[in-house]
């Protein structure tokens, strides 16, 4: 299976992604991930990306297209892939094509996560993150039994900084402008399925499956 996640920064793409991964064993590929654990190991691309990651805005395309290529490189799509928070621009999409079509592992499905904006604002300020496995949790729809302490492996928890109210206004503006005509992109390709990503993590699960069932993906590759 090979698949795109798309939505708005707080449509539950991480979420979505981690059931996946448990789901179907295909690689998880998070540009937002990869630049988090860049900039954690304060290395040069890491310094380079800081500024674009932590104000909100997106980091050039040169430079994630560049990671999705020695990532695609490295022979991790054998099993199938799911990217998560990429593309982001229609450039990057564009670019994607070319990179997949050279391999050929064409993308099968994009999903899009369409959720409204008051229930992604809930969502992003109440997100805390698990500093050494990347567990996502919520304040209140999904808190850890130890304040402060990741359930799945005992690590801290903490805030992104880019979760932060003045932050989210800046990426929700960033999506709209440049993130949406990426949804436009692949339904002209007839490849995208939508869903409700209003609804709680586990409804939404359950209506992909229900997709992918339907479509008969889970049978290919
Ligand atoms: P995410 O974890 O997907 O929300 O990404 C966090 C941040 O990383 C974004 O707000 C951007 O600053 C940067 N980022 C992640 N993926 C991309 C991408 N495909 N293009 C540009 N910037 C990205």
């Known amino acids: 299976m090979r698949l795109v996640l798309l939505g708005p920064p707080g449509a539950g793409k991480g979420t979505l992604a981690a059931f996946l991964h448990k789901e179907l ?4 590929v998070s540009t937002g991930d990869i630049l988090r654990e860049e900039m954690k190991n304060n290395t040069p691309l890491g310094q380079e990306v800081k500024q674009y990651v932590e104000s909100g805005g997106l980091v050039p395309d040169k430079v994630v297209i560049k990671l999705i290529e020695n990532k695609f490189s490295g022979g991790i799509v054998k099993k199938g892939y799911m990217l998560d928070g990429f593309p982001r621009t229609e450039v990057q999409a564009k670019d994607l094509d070319a990179i997949l079509q050279k391999l050929n592992v064409p993308i099968d499905c994009v999903v899009y996560l369409k959720a409204s904006l008051p229930v992604v ?34 690590g ?34 007839g490849k995208l399925k939508k869903l409700d990503a209003d609804k709680d993590s586990r409804a939404v699960q359950e209506d992909l499956m229900k997709i992918f069932h339907d479509a008969r993906y889970l049978h290919k590759h």
């Open 25 to 28: 064993d295909i690689a998880h």
């Open 121 to 154: 604002i809930k969502r992003l300020t109440g997100r805390r993150i698990c500093r050494t496995c990347g567990a996502i949790f919520h304040m209140t729809n999904n808190p850890p039994k130890k304040d402060g302490i990741c359930d799945v492996c005992g």
């Open 156 to 189: 801290a928890t903490y805030q992104r900084p880019d979760d932060k109210e003045e932050t989210i206004k800046t990426r929700m503006n960033v999506y709209l402008e440049s993130t949406k005509p990426v949804v436009d992109y692949y339904e002209a390709q």
